[in-house]
């Protein structure tokens, strides 16, 4: 079995011209099953019919000694049992091996969020320089709405309904969704329109623009936001998904509403929005070993405990 033999490129078209994947998406499936054909090389396993199930979990067995993340492992199946699907309805193969298997799973990493204060510090910039007043409005709005990176730098202008206080974004799978923007959004953005429409923009469509005209990019977003970082002493590595994580764990510690803020987030699966509920369930455990008078006191979840 070699790499690019006849049936990979058949799925790569099959990918590319039925299906219409992405280019990204078309590459990490075939990226997955290039490394499917290495182990299937060094297994002596000559033919896509003659891989079976125990073949695959000791490619997942390989996969977590080299520290793959059940995550990636996961993505890994997915691309393999699509692969196999499109063997069977060709008639090639009358199995997937893959059919009934899961990775193993990864620890689930809590998203790192700032709290209140450090966002009122933060977003506390004075002055009224361009690049200050551009900044101000980015930051509120990264705050105000939850955006994600790309949908910030790729808002326009009409994009923003005033009277409603919303702005229009498209999201992941080119999905809009009218989201909210805050009074004290509103008021950045305002401020910034106006610092816009004074300067000469090669790109009149966009909502935030680099000094040359053009449409900002996410580099520079990224570099901005750890400028007002160190500018505003806000401790830790800020970055433009940390506000919208701060944005959805206040939101949800306020209300408990966890459908309005997956209907805010953006997220086609509920599952993807619960990992708030732990965040939010951390803070109320912190507070609770602080304030209750016959709280441990101690860090939870120590090897005592265990």
Same mark, same amino acid.
């Given at each position: ?10 799925? /790569? ?9 992405? *280019? ?62 499109? /063997? ?8 997937? *091996? ?15 969020? /700032? ?192």
């Amino acid at each position: 079995m070699q790499k690019n033999d006849l049936w990979q490129s058949k799925f /790569l078209q099959h990918l590319q011209h039925e299906r219409n994947l992405s *280019p990204n998406t078309v590459s990490a499936y075939i990226r997955d099953i290039d490394k499917l054909t290495s182990f299937c090389e060094q297994a002596d396993i000559g033919s896509w019919e003659n891989l079976r199930s125990h073949h695959l979990r000791e490619f997942l067995a390989k996969g977590h000694q080299e520290g793959l993340s059940g995550r990636s492992q996961q993505r890994s199946l997915s691309s393999i049992r699509a692969f196999y699907n499109f /063997l069977n309805r060709e008639g090639f193969v009358r199995h997937n *091996p893959a059919h009934q298997l899961s990775a193993p799973k990864s620890h689930q990493k809590l998203p790192k969020t /700032l709290d209140a204060d450090q966002v009122s510090k933060l977003l506390d910039v004075q002055g009224n320089k361009w690049h200050t007043i551009r900044d101000r409005a980015i930051l509120e709005l990264f705050y105000s709405s939850g955006l994600r990176l790309s949908e910030l730098v790729g808002a326009n202008l009409n994009d923003i309904s005033w009277d409603d206080a919303t702005i229009k974004v498209l999201g992941k799978g080119n999905k809009e969704r009218v989201l909210p923007i805050g009074a004290k959004a509103q008021e950045a953005l305002g401020l910034w329109v106006k610092a816009r429409n004074a300067k000469r923009a090669q790109d009149s469509s966009a909502l935030f623009i680099s000094e040359r005209g053009t449409r900002i990019s996410p580099r520079n977003v990224q570099s901005r936001i750890r400028h007002w970082t160190r500018s505003q002493h806000v401790a830790g590595n800020v970055h433009p998904h940390m506000l919208r994580h701060s944005f959805a764990s206040h939101l949800l510690e306020s209300s408990g509403d966890l459908r309005a803020i997956q209907e805010l987030l953006g997220h086609a699966d509920i599952s993807t929005t619960q990992i708030y509920t732990h965040l939010d369930f951390q803070h109320l455990a912190e507070v609770y070993d602080k304030a209750h008078p016959r709280a441990r006191h101690k860090s939870r979840h120590t090897k005592k405990d265990l």
